[in-house]
């Protein structure tokens, strides 16, 4: 009867234990696990961006250079706590996409030196 009771309880405790079915979870499902590959690579686009901002274009640089660190560390916390792992979509959505693809607009613009573009850059800045 006793080693009964310890299969049962050992059987519990993997139950619950982190990482078990029952227990608190330890990875993102795969939504979540596929919006934190989505946001790093976002990440790596707005750094390609600041990359190919022209040197007159400096403070844009900067500017841009801190909302990539921020966000760096927001998607550092989203990745570390399992539960943060659920803001890992709305962050991408709602945060990085747009701030990616603003950024990018604007530094293939700034780069081409257009000059029809200058009010968007202005506005942008």
Not at 35 to 43: G, P
């Amino acid at each position: 009867a006793s080693l009964l009771v310890g299969a049962l309880v050992g059987g519990a405790a993997l139950l619950v234990a982190p990482g078990g079915p029952l227990g608190p979870r330890t990875k993102p499902n795969e939504v979540e696990a596929r919006a934190i590959a989505a946001a790093r690579h976002k990440l790596e686009s707005l750094e390609r961006a600041i990359g190919i901002l022209p040197s007159r274009k400096k403070e844009a640089a900067g500017n841009l250079r801190r909302i990539a660190d921020e966000a760096g560390q927001i998607l550092a916390v989203i990745e570390s706590d399992p539960n943060k792992f659920a803001a890992a979509e709305p962050f991408l959505n709602q945060v990085l996409t747009p701030i990616e693809s603003l950024a990018s607009q604007y530094a293939k613009l700034a780069s081409r030196d257009v000059e029809t573009a200058e009010d968007f850059l202005v506005q942008t800045e």
